[in-house]
T-cell receptor, first 114, second 110 residues
Framework: NAGVTQTPKFRILKIGQSMTLQCTQD?????MYWYRQDPGMGLKLIYYSVGAGITDKGEVPNGYNVSRSTTEDFPLRLELAAPSQTSVYFC?????????????FGPGTRLTVL | SQELEQSPQSLIVQEGKNLTINCTSS?????LYWYKQKYGEGLIFLMMLQKGGEEKSHEKITAKLDEKKQQSSLHITASQPSHAGIYLCGAGRRTNKLIFGTGTLLAVQP
């Protein structure tokens, strides 16, 4: 199993550009998550999904959109990139949610918005 | 204020020394997770604690959960350079979300 894979690993965007961060898991997990990690900070939950076709907002959803058309894929969309979105983005998945279920993380996407 | 507070924020220890990292929750804990992150990499799962008083160990790392105090501690015995990295605690919530602490940066000097 590849686990959780993310593409791209690095990206530089200009202000106002858009892009999609890809996330795929091959563990047949129901739950998937997107986090951002700012320098010196912990992880903040952006969006999460409890299954195909179901998504919900996390702590910091503004400026982002997600979709979950399949169990495997959970892309994160930035429509109008802003410098405040410069961060490292992590995708994670788990068999189910909440306590008692380990989240598996991807290697991250390092995004810079100039 | 953060729901999960970690202390210290950063720590430098000499190789071979013991150290403890603490994680305190402002809300009821429904499971506490410890992860380790190396710079530029994703998070590696270390341990999960669910019951008050539970203690788990893996190699030289021991984690305890004090549910009454809504706290967990991570203790490393005889630290090695391979222990260096960022340690993050995560707390399960009823709402299927995992809330993370701010992290503790550990450096181990040879």
């Amino acid at each position: 199993n590849a686990g959780v894979t993310q593409t791209p690993k690095f990206r530089i965007l200009k202000i106002g550009q858009s892009m999609t961060l890809q996330c795929t898991q091959d563990m047949n997990h129901n739950y998937m998550y997107w986090y951002r990690q700012d320098p010196g900070m912990g992880l903040k939950l952006i969006y999460y999904s409890v299954g195909a076709g179901i998504t919900d907002k996390g702590e910091v959803p503004n400026g982002y959109n997600v979709s979950r058309s399949t169990t495997e894929d959970f892309p994160l969309r930035l429509e109008l990139a802003a410098p405040s979105q410069t961060s490292v983005y992590f995708c994670a998945s788990s068999y189910s949610g909440g306590s008692g279920n380990e989240q598996f993380f991807g290697p991250g996407t390092r995004l810079t918005v100039l | 204020s953060q729901e999960l507070e970690q202390s210290p924020q950063s720590l430098i220890v000499q190789e071979g020394k013991n150290l403890t990292i603490n994680c305190t929750s402002s809300k009821t804990l429904y499971g506490l997770y410890w992860y380790k992150q190396k710079y530029g990499e994703g998070l590696i799962f270390l341990m999960m604690l669910q019951k008050g008083g539970e203690e788990k160990s893996h190699e030289k790392i021991t984690a305890k959960l004090d549910e009454k105090k809504q706290q967990s501690s991570l203790h490393i015995t005889a630290s090695q350079p391979s222990h260096a990295g960022i340690y993050l605690c995560g707390a399960g919530r009823r709402t299927n979300k995992l809330i993370f602490g701010t992290g503790t940066l550990l450096a181990v000097q040879p």
